[in-house]
Every structure is written in C-alpha cells, then in structure tokens.
Nanobody
C-alpha cells in the first residue's frame, strides 16, 4: 500500500520559514520523481517544485529563490524548505510521487499571515 504523509505545515508570519516533509512508503522511492504542489481556496492545484529521481529540480516562478526542494533516498523522504513566506503562499501543500503511476498525499495546511 502506497502512502505519502506530509508534515510540517502550520501558521507563520510573512517573512518566516517552514520546512515541509513527506514520508513515502510502499514505493521504490529512488526511482520516483517527487513533487510538491499546492492548492489555495478557489484555485486549481499548481506545481510548486519537483525533483527527479536523478536529482534535477524545477520550480514555479513564484517560489524561485525562496523555496528549495530536496530528497533523501536513504530515508524515503522529500522536503520543501520555504523561506521568505508571503500571504499568497497560503494553501494546502501536497506531496506527489510519480513513476508509472502517480500517488498523492493528504496534504498539509500552510497559512501565512500578513
């Protein structure tokens, strides 16, 4: 059974930082491309950042220079370090794994107050 469990969300003031974690099980983690997505109320889910099985990264323009995605294949973990947070970063953040199939976590709420 595949499980992706996000953690690390919460309430933070603008300018602050959070580190999201996603623990994966039930998949061969090292061959999966991993990604972080977010969905704000009334908006579509959007890509925040992803990291390939080989370690290549890609970021949405809105988070470049502020967010960093990383992975630890030994621990089956993917992380999203979020710095200089803005109120517009407020959303539910989801972890996704993709190889032949794609799997989603349940999400973790991030709220940035102004």
């Amino acid at each position: 059974q595949v499980q992706l469990v996000e953690s690390g969300g919460g309430l933070v003031q603008a300018g602050g930082s959070l580190r999201l974690s996603c623990a994966a099980s039930g998949i061969i983690f090292s061959i999966n491309d991993m990604g972080w997505y977010r969905q704000a109320p009334g908006k579509q889910r959007e890509l925040v950042a992803d990291i390939s099985s080989g370690g290549s990264t890609n970021y949405a323009d809105s988070v470049k220079g502020r967010f960093t995605i990383s992975r630890d294949n030994a621990k089956n973990m993917v992380y999203l370090q979020m710095n200089s947070l803005k109120p517009e970063d407020t959303a539910v953040y989801y972890c996704k794994a993709r190889y032949r199939y794609q799997y989603w976590g349940q999400g973790t709420q991030v709220t940035v107050s102004s």
